[in-house]
T-cell receptor
Framework: KAGVTQTPRYLIKTRGQQVTLSCSPI?????VSWYQQTPGQGLQFLFE???????NKGNFPGRFSGRQFSNSRSEMNVSTLELGDSALYLC??????????????FGPGTRLTVL | QKEVEQNSGPLSVPEGAIASLNCTYS??????FFWYRQYSGKSPELIMF????GDKEDGRFTAQLNKASQYVSLLIRDSQPSDSATYLC????????????FGGGTRLMVKP
């Protein structure tokens, strides 16, 4: 079974631009979560989508948004990029069983560099 | 807000030794705990999860959970140089498995 895929793998943008990242979950997984990883802040939860609806949201500004399509694929968008947005953006998918043991599997990530 | 704490390390152990990685959490209501391994430049990879007090074994890995003391640990037996990585402890927020709060990770170095 194919794993979580993310595109693009690397991205370089300049301040003020916007960017869209894409994630395809493992087949059958209904939940997609996004995380940001930086050396200073570690891994931080951005938001989670389930059935095309944002179900949970982390503590990030409104410049960060996302959506999920009917086939469970998800995109996240960052508008008006800032230098501090440089990070590894990780997508994770799960069955969304509703149990606390619901396991998330991560994609390879998108490395975003903002110049 | 839930907090998950880990010693950043590096934890250095010789090849063949037991590596012990610890994690403490703040929310007494937390029910399940995940350990991920992350190699440099790669994404986190699930090692195992545990939700019952006591030990859970999977190959060379053993997770230990003590809810009364609010800590979870990961033991790696017969450590190999290929185990050198950062190990991340994660706790579901609101016990919803789709939102994880991560510790800062412990960097493990296994020396040949």
């Amino acid at each position: 079974k194919a794993g979580v895929t993310q595109t693009p793998r690397y991205l370089i943008k300049t301040r003020g631009q916007q960017v869209t990242l894409s994630c395809s979950p493992i087949s059958g997984h209904r939940s997609v979560s996004w995380y940001q990883q930086t050396p200073g802040q570690g891994l931080q939860f951005l938001f989670e989508y389930f059935s095309e609806t944002q179900r949970n949201k982390g503590n990030f500004p409104g410049r960060f948004s996302g959506r999920q399509f009917s086939n469970s694929r998800s995109e996240m968008n960052v508008s008006t990029l800032e230098l501090g947005d440089s990070a590894l953006y990780l997508c994770a998918s799960s069955w969304a069983s509703g149990l606390s043991t619901d396991t998330q599997y991560f994609g390879p990530g998108t490395r975003l560099t903002v110049l | 807000q839930k907090e998950v704490e880990q010693n950043s390390g590096p934890l250095s152990v010789p090849e063949g030794a037991i590596a012990s990685l610890n994690c403490t959490y703040s929310d007494r209501g937390s029910q399940s705990f995940f350990w991920y391994r992350q190699y440099s430049g790669k994404s986190p990879e699930l090692i195992m999860f545990i939700y019952s007090n006591g030990d859970k074994e999977d190959g060379r890995f053993t997770a230990q959970l003590n809810k009364a003391s609010q800590y979870v640990s990961l033991l790696i037996r017969d450590s190999q140089p290929s185990d050198s990585a950062t190990y991340l402890c994660a706790v579901p927020y609101n016990n919803a498995g789709n939102m994880l709060t991560f510790g800062g990770g412990t960097r493990l170095m296994v020396k040949p």
